[in-house]
């Protein structure tokens, strides 16, 4: 069973930033897309970014330019740099990890809450 932990979420201020983290129990990193989602309440879970496991990133057009995805295939983490956070960017993220090949074989972390609030 592979486990996502996800880590660095809190409360900023407009403007501020925040570094997420999502650490894999085991090497699964070679085959998977790993990706970060959010959940505002109320609202659907929505795609943030996503990076495959050749470093190619794709980002939801509200976080272009503010947030950088990164991960570390050695290290089984994947990182979401936030920038410029807005009130509306408040919610749970979840990291993901998607197999390249598999549509139905996908694991999600247990999300971690970002407060943007003054």
């Known amino acids: 069973q592979v486990q996502l932990v996800e880590s660095g979420g809190g409360l900023v201020q407009p403007g501020g930033s925040l570094t997420l983290s999502c650490a894999a129990s085991?090497?699964?990193?070679?085959?998977?897309?790993m990706g970060w989602y959010r959940q505002a309440p109320g609202k659907q879970r929505e795609l943030v970014s996503t990076i495959t496991s050749g470093g190619i990133a794709n980002y939801a057009d509200s976080v272009k330019g503010r947030f950088t995805i990164s991960r570390d295939n050695a290290k089984n983490t994947v990182n979401l740099q936030m920038n410029s956070l807005k009130p509306e960017d408040t919610a749970v993220y979840y990291c993901?990890?998607?197999?390249?090949?598999?549509?139905?074989?996908?694991?999600w972390g247990q999300g971690t809450q970002v407060t943007v609030s003054s």
């Open positions: 993901k990890a998607q197999h390249a090949l598999i549509r139905m074989k996908n694991y």
């Open positions: 085991t090497n699964i990193f070679n085959m998977y897309v």
